[in-house]
């Protein structure tokens, strides 16, 4: 069958606008497209492919498991599950996991479980406190909780009893914070509100005012998790450790799979029947999740991603400089934030488009924000070309300006 980019035009669902080219092959931090060209990939598909395309331990898990068990439900369990589960558990501050196909999902079952915390304790313990900016998944429950507007408009009536609040802002939580506070919901580095990373005093104060007023901490650790900080969890990072915390994008490696872990006592509350997930667990995803797992809890490898991302940090700070279209950048680990100028606000998608066309893969978070969530073991000599290529984009994007403005 031969299908182009225009293909998705006569075919898909127009909510997305992909680019143009259709990527056809992947190994390593590169991919190419049906006309043979490569690119150098600086977004990992968006915090996914943390150990680039194709490794060669995750097809082996993949493929083995694919001449054993594909599926049973959860009216059954399966090795790969409990295998996987036994090796969160023993990494974590957790005692139990709940597995299911994505970020979305697992933030869906965390919400669900507080609000069933909290009217176990009280009928008006119902609060759910987030924080402007944030980003949940793009399920009704989810976007409601994550506190951008835009997600929402259009989907009215959303669910009630969120309060959404300024991230990093003490005073604002403590001032919130109440006995009909069922959980307090937070991204470690929130990732589409602009690579912030939450300052220490913040997650100290979240976990202290949880424990005042009888409420669940839930960290969405969905893109932060998985080694991306130089932790396996960035809650590690901050010696804080929640009561829940979701996990999805790099735990499958690109296989989809997502996982809620949490405490023995937050667990209790979700008994037989209050919730589940037909293909949640199965053995092809739990599989692919452990060969993650056992590559990426690795001393050196976590060492080798805060190596990575010196480089990178010490690349996007140059080309900023020369070029004036960055201020500093700002992250955790491999989840990098290239915050754009005063005279580029706006134009982080522009700076996308140009790296596009010189063959480097990168992304935004929001319009005022390169991203970049590359593989954890990209080589240097990837990140050096990379960023050369960056840097011609944005010597292009610079150059046509200053024609247009002469």
């Known amino acids: 069958m031969n299908v182009t980019r225009s293909t998705f035009n006569e075919v898909m669902v127009p909510n997305y606008q992909p680019a143009d080219m259709v990527m056809v092959r992947g190994e390593g931090s590169r991919v190419w497209d049906q006309a043979g060209r490569d690119y150098i990939d600086f977004a990992g598909g968006i915090a996914v492919t943390l150990l680039g395309h194709c490794h060669p331990k995750l097809v082996h898990a993949l493929t083995e498991q694919a001449g054993k068990l594909w599926h049973l439900s959860n009216v059954m369990t399966n090795e790969p599950a409990l295998q996987l589960a036994t090796k969160l558990v023993n990494a974590t501050f957790a005692d139990r996991v709940f597995f299911c196909n994505s970020g979305a999902e697992a933030n869906e079952a965390a919400f669900k479980l507080a609000r069933r915390y909290g009217n176990g304790i009280s009928p008006t313990k119902n609060q759910i406190i987030s924080f402007y900016n944030a980003f949940h998944g793009r399920t009704l429950f989810t976007v409601s909780v994550g506190g951008q507007a835009k997600y929402t408009q259009g989907f009215e009536p959303i669910p009630a009893g969120i309060t959404h609040l300024p991230f990093n802002d003490v005073a604002a939580l403590e001032a919130a914070v109440s006995e009909n506070t069922c959980a307090i919901v937070l991204e470690p580095i929130q990732g589409e509100g602009g690579i912030m990373p939450a300052t220490p005093a913040f997650i ?24 991306r900080s130089g932790h396996l969890y960035a809650y590690q990072h901050y010696g804080v450790a929640p009561d829940v915390l979701t996990s999805a994008k790099g735990l499958g490696g690109g296989f989809p799979i997502g996982a809620m872990l949490c405490t023995k006592a937050a667990a209790d509350v979700l008994a037989f ?37 010196q480089l990178f940090r010490d690349g996007l700070d140059s080309i900023g400089r020369r070029y004036g279209v960055f201020t500093p950048s700002r992250g955790l680990g491999l989840l990098i934030g290239a915050p754009m100028s005063d005279a580029w ?20 978070a929001g319009p005022d924000v390169l991203r970049m969530a590359p593989s954890l073991i990209i080589s240097e000599a990837d990140i050096a070309e990379g960023l050369r290529r960056l840097e011609a984009g944005v010597a292009d994007l610079v150059g046509t300006a200053k024609a247009a403005a002469a």
Not at 206 to 218: G, T
Not at 349 to 361: E, F, L, P, Q, T
């Open 204 to 227: 100290a104060a979240a976990r202290r005012l949880a424990d005042q007023h009888r409420a669940l901490l839930i960290f969405d650790e969905v893109q932060s998790g998985m080694g």
């Open 273 to 309: 029947g209050t919730h589940g997930s037909t293909y949640g667990g199965n053995p092809l995803a739990c599989a692919v999740g452990e060969a993650v797992i056992d590559t990426v809890n690795d001393p050196a490898l976590l060492a080798g991603v805060l190596h990575r991302a």
């Open 345 to 364: 606000k706006g134009r982080a998608k522009d700076i996308v488009n140009a790296a596009m066309a010189h063959g480097v893969w990168t992304l935004v």
